[in-house]
């Protein structure tokens, strides 16, 4: 079992649609998340940190339930830019352990 | 302000050759990681430097070595190359760990790697 899992897609969602995208981790000392976008044959960037009382970034929202070891993006009024592949990103307490989801492909059409 | 470049960008090596692959950052940033990109698996740690001076193996280390050459730069070797390193590899770096362990990562463009 992997230790972090998406649901690879891909999302094909219109302009302005609200999509959601969900994670799981398996370790239960991971401390800190994220969620990075990454652009076709670019490198990742960081789109948001994941807080525990959940946090918003003008159309995005992430939340974090440790109880479930689930954490979630929600993307409202889609736009044509947002496509790009969305990747969850864990850091595990005690060391330099990061772990990279394989992404979940998004792609907003016109 | 460049943030995290790498070079080459692109390289086509020969099974059993060797190259290395370079990596700075301007961010005055304490650590920084070698990972590598394949289809359908997120990325994997090759190497990861903790702070100047100080290098770890990290999830996939075999065939690669690795160099700490000071602060800003941080190197990937690879001294006989497989087929099975062909991949896209990208270096980050990040300050270093603080308080609840929130460290960000910021990636240089990538090196695409193919071994025939």
């Known amino acids: 079992r992997k230790e972090v899992e998406q649901d690879p897609g891909p999302f094909n969602v219109p302009e302005g649609a609200t999509v959601a995208f969900n994670c799981t981790y398996s370790n239960s000392a991971s401390q800190s998340f994220f969620w990075y976008r990454q652009d076709c044959r670019k490198e990742p960037k960081l789109l948001m940190s994941?807080?525990?009382s959940g946090n918003e970034d003008g159309r995005f929202t992430a939340q974090l339930n440790r109880a479930s070891q689930y954490i979630s993006l929600l993307i409202r009024d889609s736009k044509l830019s947002d496509s790009a592949t969305y990747l969850c990103?864990?850091?595990?307490?005690?060391?330099?352990?990061?772990?990279f989801g394989a992404g979940t492909r998004l792609f907003v059409k016109a | 302000n460049a943030g995290v470049t790498q070079t080459p960008k692109f390289q086509v090596l020969k099974t059993g050759q060797s190259m290395t692959l370079q990596c700075a950052q301007d961010?005055?940033?304490?650590?920084m990681y070698w990972y590598r990109q394949d289809p359908g698996m997120g990325l994997r740690l090759i190497y990861y430097?903790?702070?100047?001076?100080?290098?770890d193996k990290g999830e996939v280390p075999n065939g690669y070595n690795v160099s700490r050459l000071n602060k800003r730069e941080f190197s990937l070797r690879l001294e006989s190359a497989a087929p099975s390193q062909t991949s896209v590899y990208f270096c980050?770096?990040?300050?270093?760990?603080?308080?609840?362990?929130?460290?960000?990562?910021?990636f240089g463009p990538g090196t695409r790697l193919t071994v025939t």
């Open positions: 980050a770096s990040s300050e270093a760990w603080r308080g609840a362990g929130r460290r960000e990562q910021y």
């Open positions: 994941v807080y525990s």
């Open positions: 961010m005055n940033h304490n650590s």
């Open positions: 430097s903790a702070s100047e001076g100080t290098t």
């Open positions: 990103v864990v850091n595990v307490a005690g060391g330099f352990k990061t772990i």
